[in-house]
């Protein structure tokens, strides 16, 4: 915690490190700390790793948020197929749908287009913060699975507001410049 608040992250780094593997972890806030100092050093993999291992020892729950800050590791580490699964898992145990959007987006990054349109469709069916950006990650996947007609009813919502607005319309006049309607 010193090292940390003096900036020397690395050396941080190196003791909960060295902590770990003399086996004195044993609580989730440990394995959460020593997970953060690798993110902080950009080292998600290795982030991802030390949590998960927690979490299969059962120091880490496998609740909805843990999973979703693991999956976040293995996203960032683009660890696609990990950050799948936990994402996947996160979803299923939280309510709502930021996650199943979140999910779609992972999707979205490996070209899985009709997996990117199914979990982003749950998203929005179990309700999520701003509807309109989830409306245009699914029209952009729609329009990529070869859903043109989905595609736009999806992003006609999302030019109603949003962050994602203004792409939101330059994506409707390709899809319909590119459906011929």
């Not at 770990?20 to 690798?38: C, H, I, K, M, P």
């Not at 948020?65 to 999956?71: G, I, K, V, W």
């Not at 309700?127 to 989905?150: I, P, W």
Request: hydrophobic share 45%; glycine share 8%.
């Amino acid at each position: 915690g010193v090292f940390c608040e003096l900036r020397r992250q690395q050396e941080a780094l190196a003791v909960l490190a060295l902590a770990e593997r003399q086996g004195f972890f044993d609580t989730a806030r440990q394995y959460r700390n020593l997970s953060d100092v690798y993110r902080m050093l950009e080292i998600p993999y290795k982030a991802g790793q030390v949590y998960d291992s927690a979490m299969s020892r059962g120091i880490v729950p496998r609740d909805a948020a843990t999973l979703e800050y693991l999956a976040d590791n293995w996203i960032m580490a683009r660890e696609w197929d990990r950050a799948e699964t936990t994402m996947l898992a996160a979803a299923e145990r939280a309510g709502g749908g930021r996650l199943w959007q979140r999910l779609g987006q992972v999707y979205m990054e490996q070209d899985r287009w009709q997996d990117a349109v199914s979990a982003l469709t749950r998203a929005i069916a179990n309700g999520v913060d701003d509807s309109h950006a989830a409306h245009y990650f699914l029209g952009v996947a729609a329009f990529n699975a070869g859903d043109a007609s989905r595609a736009q009813e999806a992003l006609r919502v999302a030019t109603r507001g949003g962050r994602h607005q203004a792409a939101a319309r330059q994506w409707l006049e390709h899809v319909r410049m590119e459906s011929g309607g």
